[in-house]
């Protein structure tokens, strides 16, 4: 079996809404003290227009049942990352 989970700094209220408004059927996990993502190594800082920030590098994690990091999808193609995720476990 799988068990897909999203991840954000993010608090509970904005997940709620977020899973609503696109009718995910998977639970996001709020990481508003960043433990998870800095210990993933995905929280960092960014750059866009030429402004620098501090934010999450989007990557999917595929971890198995003993919980050891199968896979990182480094550049997450959102609109086609379920595709992506099962290119991997058919392999």
Same mark, same amino acid.
Do not use: C
């Given at each position: 079996?799988?068990?897909v989970l999203?991840?954000? !700094?993010d608090d #509970? &209220?904005?997940?709620?809404?977020?899973?609503?408004?696109?009718?995910?059927?998977?639970?996001l %996990?709020? +990481?508003?003290?960043?433990q998870i993502?800095?210990?993933?190594? !995905?929280?960092? #800082? &960014?750059n866009?227009?030429?402004?620098?920030?501090?934010?999450?590098?989007?990557?999917?994690? %595929?971890? +198995?049942?003993?919980?050891?990091?199968?896979?990182i999808?480094?550049?997450v193609d959102?609109a086609?990352?379920?595709?992506?995720?099962?290119?991997?476990?058919?392999?």
């Amino acid at each position: 079996g799988i068990v897909v989970l999203g991840v954000s !700094v993010d608090d #509970e &209220k904005s997940h709620q809404k977020f899973i609503t408004k696109h009718s995910l059927p998977f639970p996001l %996990l709020a +990481d508003t003290d960043k433990q998870i993502v800095e210990a993933y190594g !995905v929280w960092g #800082e &960014k750059n866009m227009y030429g402004k620098k920030y501090m934010g999450i590098s989007r990557k999917t994690f %595929l971890i +198995d049942e003993t919980g050891v990091i199968s896979h990182i999808i480094e550049k997450v193609d959102t609109a086609n990352s379920t595709a992506q995720v099962l290119e991997l476990l058919q392999s």
